[in-house]
């Protein structure tokens, strides 16, 4: 399994970045797959995930609204994509996927649900 993010940058609050996550060595849309983000000095936390073939979402409380996941079944790409920036969103940017569970289990956002993880993307909002 392999998971390779892009898309973070720079960007100035208010704006919008979308991240990518490339995805190979698994069935693509047959699992939970989800975005989470760690900021320096705090603990990784789960922003968004999406069940297998995309019937369900779910998002962090603090991205509703804000942020949107999708994937790409053709190209074995999820996305993440950012709106309305705040600084607080500045974090490194992971990929993961779950490995076990095609559908949402209550701790979607959880990480130690998810079994394989990519190498990040920063995202600075300044």
């Known amino acids: 399994v392999q998971l390779v993010e892009s898309g973070g940058g720079l960007v100035q609050p208010g704006g919008s970045l979308r991240l990518s996550c490339a995805a190979s060595?698994?069935?693509?849309?047959?699992?939970?797959m989800g975005w989470f983000r760690q900021a320096p000095g705090k603990e990784r936390e789960g922003v968004a995930a999406?069940?297998?073939?995309?019937?369900?979402?779910s998002y962090a409380d603090s991205v509703q609204g804000r942020f949107t996941i999708s994937q790409d079944k053709d190209k074995n790409i999820l996305y993440l994509q950012m709106n309305n920036l705040k600084p607080e969103d500045t974090a490194m940017y992971y990929c993961?996927?779950?490995?076990?569970?095609?559908?949402?289990?209550?701790?979607?956002?959880?990480?130690?649900?998810?079994?394989?993880w990519g190498h990040g993307t920063q995202v600075t909002v300044s």
């Open positions: 999406i069940e297998s073939g995309a019937s369900r979402t």
């Open positions: 993961a996927v779950d490995h076990v569970h095609a559908r949402f289990t209550g701790d979607e956002l959880k990480d130690w649900q998810y079994s394989y």
């Open positions: 060595g698994f069935t693509f849309s047959s699992y939970c």
